[in-house]
């Protein structure tokens, strides 16, 4: 039987080897061998336009929304914030097609810190653009650090992980409200939201953490799965 296929989203960057300097395809390694430990074959999708989204879902078996920098708050109707970073606009536009022709065409997706945020905003929804405004806290910011989240059984992220996960923190948005279709699965003992999955798809995941980083691979392994 052959791997199935799992498009990983990638930053177009400036990057050096030797003496060249040149715009490249990047994405953190962990991503991929992660796929790859899960029995999947890992491919790297570059935002060239939001164009070509269709052409990608109609040939992977599965999808993974990356991490990266927030989104533009314009993009769910908030004011923009200097304490985020730049936004990255292209890739924004490419990733939001490609999660909604991903749903479209019911294809496995994993949504990660970013892409969950991705997945929201596809569907409707909105986002935090300054936790700590919000919470009146810095944990889910702090670098390095981790916590528990309570996990709904009956979720399709339940009977990968169990009811409660030890996961990597960092974020400084969060999940204000739900898209259409989507429901909350996990929270932080604060109630925000930390994992959400899309009612009638077969497997649509977003989790505020980082699965890839670690030795707990039963989330990659979960969307391979339902790819297969």
């Not at 989203?9 to 030797?18: D, I, K, N, V």
């Not at 003496?19 to 999708?45: C, D, H, I, N, Q």
């Not at 981790?146 to 996990?151: A, F, L, M, P, S």
Request: hydrophobic share 45%; proline share 7%; net charge negative.
């Amino acid at each position: 039987m052959s791997r199935p296929l799992i498009g990983i989203t990638a930053y177009l960057e400036a990057a050096r080897w030797g003496t060249w300097v040149r715009e490249a395809v990047l994405s953190p390694v962990p991503y991929a061998r992660a796929v790859e430990k899960a029995g999947g074959v890992p491919v790297l999708l570059p935002p060239l336009g939001p164009g070509g989204a269709e052409d990608y879902t109609g040939h992977l078996s599965g999808l993974i929304l990356a991490g990266g920098a927030e989104l533009d708050p314009g993009l769910y109707g908030a004011a923009p914030d200097p304490r985020l970073d730049a936004p990255d606009r292209h890739r924004d536009r490419f990733e939001l097609a490609l999660a909604r022709a991903a749903v479209q065409a019911g294809l496995p997706l994993l949504g990660i810190g970013r892409g969950m945020h991705v997945l929201n905003v596809a569907q409707g929804g909105s986002l935090i653009p300054w936790l700590p405004d919000v919470v009146g806290h810095e944990r889910h910011g702090e670098a390095g650090r981790t916590h528990t989240v309570q996990i709904s059984v009956s979720s399709a992220l339940g009977k990968a992980l169990g009811d409660r996960a030890e996961v990597p923190a960092p974020h400084r948005q969060a999940v204000r409200r739900l898209g259409a279709g989507l429901l909350a699965v996990a929270w932080a003992d604060d109630q925000i939201v930390e994992g959400v999955e899309l009612q009638g798809h077969r497997f649509a995941v977003g989790v505020q953490w980082h699965p890839e980083r670690g030795g707990d691979n039963r989330l990659v392994e979960a969307l391979v799965e339902a790819a297969r």
